[in-house]
Structures are given as C-alpha cells and as structure tokens.
C-alpha cells in the first residue's frame, strides 16, 4: 500500500489535467491523507472488445461459391468468394483483425445479382458497455464506398436506435437532407445529425476507401483545430446539454443501402462488380465510467469500469452498499483542472448498519422497539431503510432503491377515485362507471360530469324516440309535441287540447318499455 502510494505521488505533477488519476496520496497539516479527482480511462482500439453481427442471413458470400469482378476491370473476373475455403472466404472477423501483414482481409457481401431488388446489409457493432467516443470512426471499403449508406448507434444495448450519420452521393434524392460538412457545424450545432455527401462519391476504388464519423472536427468546434483547448471541450461536455450523451454508445449500426456503381448506372450485364467490402472498422472510445474509474478491464466477455470513489455498478452508476448517504452523482470535469469526484460517502451514523438508500442521512435508536431507524426520509419514501413509497405514491419499476426518482405519485383523479393510493404499478381504485389508470376516464355505457353517470341515453339500446336528439349522452332534445326523458310521450296524452296538431300519436309498446326503463334511470341520476 505504503509503495503504492508512493508511486501515485510521482505520477501526480504529470498527469494532472488529464483526469487519469482518481486519488493521490497528499500531506497536509493534519497529516497524510488521500485526495479524490474526478478520473477516466484511457482510450482504447475498441474493435478488439466489440461482438459484431452481419445482416440478414446470407448477405455473406461464398455459400454457394461466388465470382466477382471490380470496377476498373469488369471483364477480368477472376477473383472468386468460396466460403469453405479458408483462403478464399470472407467472414465478418476480418474486419476487425490487424491490416499487419500488408494485404487487406476484408468482410464481402454477395454480388448485386438480384438487381433491381436492393442489395441491403446490416453491420451491428455491440459493446455491451457505454463508450464515449474519443477519435474518428473510420470504416474501410475495399473496391468501392457505398453510394448510399447510414450510421446508426444504440445507447441502451439495442433496445433503441437513432440516427448518427447520413451518407450518399446524392443527399436530396437518397434521404431528403441537404448536404452538409462537420466543418461547417457550430459551437450551438456540435451534435446535429446531418448527411454528407464526402465519404459516396466514386473516386476510383483504390484511392478513396475510408468513411469516417467525424469525431475530432466535433471536439473542435470547442477545442480548436489542433483540440489544444481540451480545456474547453471539457467544459461544454459537462454544460451542454445532450454533447456528452451524443458521443456516447453502447452499439453502432451501419447500414449498407447501395453499393459503389463505379461513378456510372448500374450496368445490368455485369452485375458481378456490386458488393460490400468492407476492411477495417476502426473505433477508437474509452469506457463510460462516470468520471469514478481510470481503468477499465475485459471480463467474462465483457468491459468492466474498475470503480472508485466507492461507486459500483459496469458504469460506476451507482453507490457501494452501505455508501449512500448522499444520492449517487457522475463525477464532474470541473473545476479545471482536476474536476469534482463527487464520491459516494458513508452514512454518518453511530449505528454501524443503517442503510437509507440515500434518502437521509440520519439514522435514530427506537429503544422500545430496540431497532434502528431512518429518520425524515426524503423523496417521498418511507420505512425503516426509506425503503418504502409514501402513500399516494408508487415504485418506479425502472430506478434502483437508491435514485432520487424510485418514488413516482400516484395522481389519481380525485372525482373519479375512491382514494389517493394507488397499487404498485399506479393503478388507482375507481368509483363505479370509472376506468382508466388514473380513473378519470368512463366505462362504456357511462359519461363523465363531474364523475361518471350511466347514459341517458345513447345510439344503441337508449335511442330518444319520435325524433329526438341525444345530447351527449345526457338527454334527448325532444321536438315539440313530445316530451319524456326519451321524448317517448306525447303531449297530448297530457294537454288533450293539443292533439288535433301533434303527429305520431300513442306509444308502442317497445316505447312504453323503454319509457318506464327511462324513468327508472331517472330515479337513479340526479338530472
Ligand atoms: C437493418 O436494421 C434496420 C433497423 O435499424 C431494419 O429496419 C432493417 O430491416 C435491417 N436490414 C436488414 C437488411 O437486415
Ligand atoms: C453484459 O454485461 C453485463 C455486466 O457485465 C453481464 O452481466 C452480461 O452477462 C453481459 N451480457 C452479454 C450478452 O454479454
Ligand atoms: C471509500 O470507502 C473507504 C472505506 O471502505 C474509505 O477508506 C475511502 O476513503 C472511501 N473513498 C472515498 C472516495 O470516499
Ligand atoms: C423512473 O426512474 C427513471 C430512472 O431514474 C427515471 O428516468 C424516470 O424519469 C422515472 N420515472 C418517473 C415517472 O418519474
Ligand atoms: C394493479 O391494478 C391493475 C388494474 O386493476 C391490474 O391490472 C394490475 O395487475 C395491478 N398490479 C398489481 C401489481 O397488482
Ligand atoms: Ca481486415
């Protein structure tokens, strides 16, 4: 311990700035004791740790067998695709080994010979782990760049998916986007979507082979061309709303929609000289640790933040058991130039073992119940351990016991509810006719004023007779001469004098049972 501290000692004066110490080892008129900086991994060749998936089935080629021909020389086709032969096949691996050897190995696609079907592929890139990007993407195309193409990214393991980049010849036909260049982005604009049309168009397959996702002209609209002012970069990361998340993935998807056509139309003679080849997939990130880890380590198959600050979790996302006293919180880049390690602390109890969750931070002793309790829960929780929801509220299914959102109010709607509680997936308790999570919608058959009342009358079963009119659901507008909650009465039955004048007169019997059915609702409905 003693050796290792003073190691960390000397390493201080040259790393400070770079956030890649978490803590030093510091004398002070109180004597020796660890100082905490906000810290973050080093960046990484991130295709080394990545899983990769090639879509759809069969989009490989080589099964069966398969020529194909380039585009500088369409009529030599010599070059052939053969999956069972180790030297002739083309499996996705080669996009990520190492280009040591001189000769390119790349990943190939089957030829266009469907044509005019599309020739799609897909490319999924996962991680299993948040990255922030640090430097470039750049993916390598052998005999070509595709002419249309889109980069997509995933910050949830592929639960979602957003658009990165937009990539065509053609940006206004292919995707209904003007073209833009990164160069041209604003300190305001720094994360915006755009399609280029730099990387699709046909320069001669051998000389123009890289895409890229422009990473460092995006860190230089903050830090300058030569991303001197790191300083600055740091700062709008942590102000920015939305900068750091946008560098930041869990999974990259490409999506192949057309294939390099030599600079020409698509010539359907030979169709053997459209395909996807694809090299190198070059990703260059560090783990996403929350500024709580300067290493990050490959573990059963996947990369693990080795966290500090008594922080725990993949992404260091969440406070040690018996750490949280204080909600959990990322560390910060500022102040410059060491940061802020907002670390996770203790509860600073008497009471060795009373766990809040982060919700208080006192903790008393109930001597009759001989137990030991939090005390002014906060966020709405309740319980020994602030472990439990106020009532009126539910628990968040998708927060840990210890994030300030665990808690989420019931809001049920006051007239349409029995109470204000409601179960533990926010269902409240309705009145009769009620529906709805909130109960503040009505049952079929029942309309809401000021709560839900069964209808009057309706369209099916509570027709309003001798042309009356069904005002939403409340009452009929009666013409003259009738009246009755479903107009089923004429007038004349009453005023004899009115009679002579009134059409329609007498009742059926369906109209007397509808009637008498009416005035009972009547009975039941305060109108
Ligand atoms: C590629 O992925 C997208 C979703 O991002 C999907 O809609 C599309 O069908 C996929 N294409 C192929 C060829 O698998
Ligand atoms: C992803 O990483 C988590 C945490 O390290 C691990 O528990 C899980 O098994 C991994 N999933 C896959 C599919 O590798
Ligand atoms: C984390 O907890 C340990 C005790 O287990 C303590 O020595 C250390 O100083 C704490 N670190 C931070 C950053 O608070
Ligand atoms: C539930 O918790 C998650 C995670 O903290 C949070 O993002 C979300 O907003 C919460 N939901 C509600 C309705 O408060
Ligand atoms: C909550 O109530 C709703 C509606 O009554 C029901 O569908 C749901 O299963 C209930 N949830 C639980 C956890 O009891
Ligand atoms: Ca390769």
Redesign the pocket.
């Known amino acids: 311990m003693l050796y290792l501290a003073a190691l960390l000692v000397h390493c201080v004066p040259l790393a400070m700035g770079q956030y890649d110490i978490?803590?030093s080892w510091v004398t002070t008129d109180d004597g020796p004791s660890?100082e905490?900086y906000a810290c973050q991994p080093k960046a990484m060749r991130m295709k080394d740790y990545v899983t990769v998936r090639v879509d759809p089935a069969g989009i490989t080629c080589g099964d069966p067998p398969e020529r194909f021909c380039t585009h500088e020389n369409p009529y030599l086709c010599s070059d052939e695709c053969d999956a069972s032969n180790p030297d002739l096949a083309h499996p996705p691996r080669l996009m990520f080994d190492s280009e040591d050897e001189g000769l390119a190995t790349y990943w190939q696609s089957v030829t266009w010979r469907r044509y005019p079907e599309p020739l799609l592929a897909n490319i999924t890139l996962s991680w299993n782990k948040s990255i922030e990007l640090t430097d470039d993407i750049v993916i390598t195309f052998e005999y070509g760049r595709p002419t249309i193409m889109m980069l997509e990214k995933s910050l949830d393991n592929g639960r979602t998916w957003h658009p990165y980049q937009y990539y065509a010849d053609d940006c206004m036909e292919a995707f209904s986007m003007p073209a833009r260049r990164v160069r041209d982005l604003s300190t305001t604009s720094a994360n915006r979507v755009l399609c280029t049309e730099e990387y699709s168009r046909w320069a001669g397959s051998k000389k123009e082979k890289t895409v890229r996702f422009e990473v460092r002209d995006r860190f230089a609209i903050f830090a300058g061309p030569d991303l001197k002012n790191m300083d600055n970069l740091y700062t709008r990361l942590e102000s920015a709303k939305g900068l750091k998340d946008f560098f930041t993935v869990t999974d990259l998807r490409m999506r192949l929609l057309r294939p390099a056509l030599g600079g020409t139309y698509v010539q359907r003679e030979n169709l053997y000289k459209y395909f996807y080849a694809v090299s190198n997939i070059e990703v260059t990130g560090r783990c996403k640790c929350n500024l709580h880890a300067n290493l990050c380590t490959f573990k059963e198959g996947s990369l693990q933040c080795e966290c500090?600050?008594?922080t725990t979790g993949q992404d260091c996302g969440k406070c040690?058991k018996n750490?949280r006293s204080r909600s959990w919180r990322a560390g910060s880049y500022l102040p410059l130039p060491n940061g802020s390690?907002n670390?996770?602390?203790?509860a600073d109890s008497p009471f060795g073992n009373c766990e809040c969750y982060g919700h208080s931070n006192r903790c008393s002793y109930i001597d009759f119940l001989n137990v030991v309790t939090c005390v002014s829960c906060k966020h709405n929780t309740r319980g020994q351990h602030c472990q439990h929801c106020r009532l009126g509220f539910y628990r968040n299914s998708s927060a840990e016991l210890d994030d300030e959102n665990v808690c989420i109010e019931c809001n049920c709607n006051q007239i349409g509810s029995m109470h204000d509680r409601c179960n533990e997936t926010g269902y409240c308790e309705c009145r009769e006719g009620a529906t709805g999570p909130k109960c503040d919608d009505c049952l079929p058959n029942y309309y809401w004023r000021q709560g839900c009342f069964p209808n009057v009358c309706d369209d099916e079963l509570l027709l309003c007779q001798n042309g009356g009119t069904c005002y939403q659901n409340q009452r009929c507008i009666c013409p003259a001469g009738f009246k009755g909650v479903l107009c089923q009465q004429s007038r004349c039955e009453v005023d004899k004098q009115d009679c002579d004048s009134a059409p329609g007169a007498g009742g059926s019997l369906a109209t007397v049972g509808l009637a008498l059915l009416a005035l009972q609702l009547r009975a039941w409905v305060d109108l």
């Open positions: 978490c803590k660890w905490f500090e600050h008594n040690k750490f390690p670390a996770c602390a203790a």
